[in-house]
């Protein structure tokens, strides 16, 4: 099988593992399973999941960790060929993964200087890029959200690494990447291209990483909203698991065309849910 793996709530809850489930994943991948982590969280450099995930136990390769920042510059790198300058509002991580695949990276922050320094418009002051890239953006200012709105405006390419209007924390919920996403679509007016879940290129950027489908996958997630519905999109099965915020209740009226194939509420039962799936590929 294929698995895609959200991470959050799933395989950690914040700095903890959620017990026993990087060991049903190693078992899995040992019996042949291919095995991609995806999340929609844009601030992280792949690298840095695998060193966490290794240390959980967790059967990881790099190329197989697909964040929303990963899929966003493979899906530029194969479908938009004509884009090579971007202006990224975003993180670190976000930054990296643009420039892996050769594209020339202006940060907003410094976009934001140069146009208020120089007295020029956003699109100049980032060297007319071919499009705007907008991920979670700790730092987000003002003229950061200012200047993306010029080069889009003046007819760059708008593209969201996801719409989650918030931001899980060991200290609540903060505002995630979809709210920066909001605010700079207000102020240009144009609708951006959404890669994360629950648009479904998140996971046909996966799936590809490893030569399959993505409609061959079970995904694996703890969100109706986001995993669930990002499996429906590409025709893929899914396991919704109850080791995130969500409970059961979630399912409580749901139609049956936007339910889930399989509940888990702990490794154990996901071992088993996973070992039914792989008997009955049609399930």
């Not at 009226?253 to 071992?271: F, H, I, M, Q, S």
Request: glycine share 10%; hydrophobic share 45%; proline share 6%.
């Amino acid at each position: 099988m294929l698995l895609l793996v959200d991470l959050d709530g799933v395989v950690y809850r914040g700095a903890d593992p959620v017990p026993g489930v990087a060991d049903v994943l190693a078992a899995r991948a040992k019996a042949g399973d291919d095995i991609v982590y995806v999340t929609n969280n844009s601030m992280h450099y792949r690298a840095d999941y695998v060193t966490r995930l290794s240390a959980m136990g967790a059967p990881i390769e790099p190329e197989h960790v697909v964040s929303s920042a990963r899929a966003t510059a493979l899906y530029l790198q194969e479908h938009e060929p004509g884009i090579r300058r971007i202006l990224v509002v975003g993180a670190g991580g976000l930054e990296r993964e643009m420039r892996d695949v050769g594209l020339d990276v202006v940060t907003s922050g410094h976009a934001a200087t140069r146009a208020s320094q120089e007295a020029i418009d956003g699109y100049e002051a980032a060297g007319r890029p071919d499009a705007v890239v907008v991920g979670l953006d700790p730092q987000v200012t003002y003229m950061r959200i200012a200047v993306a709105a010029d080069a889009i405006r003046a007819g760059a390419r708008f593209i969201a690494t996801n719409r989650d209007p918030v931001y899980p924390t060991e200290r609540g919920l903060r505002p995630g990447s979809g709210s920066i996403v909001a605010a700079i679509e207000a102020a240009c007016g144009v609708t951006p291209l959404s890669i994360g879940k629950p648009a479904p290129l998140l996971l046909e950027q996966a799936a590809r990483v490893v030569g399959r489908e993505a409609g061959d996958a079970v995904m694996i997630g703890d969100s109706l909203a986001t995993d669930v519905a990002a499996a429906r999109a590409v025709g893929a099965r899914s396991v919704f698991m109850l080791t995130g915020v969500a409970g059961r209740e979630q399912l409580d009226g749901l139609p049956p065309e936007e339910r889930p194939t399989a509940v888990a509420a702990n490794a154990d039962e996901l071992a088993s849910v996973l070992e039914q799936l792989a008997a009955d590929p049609g399930r």
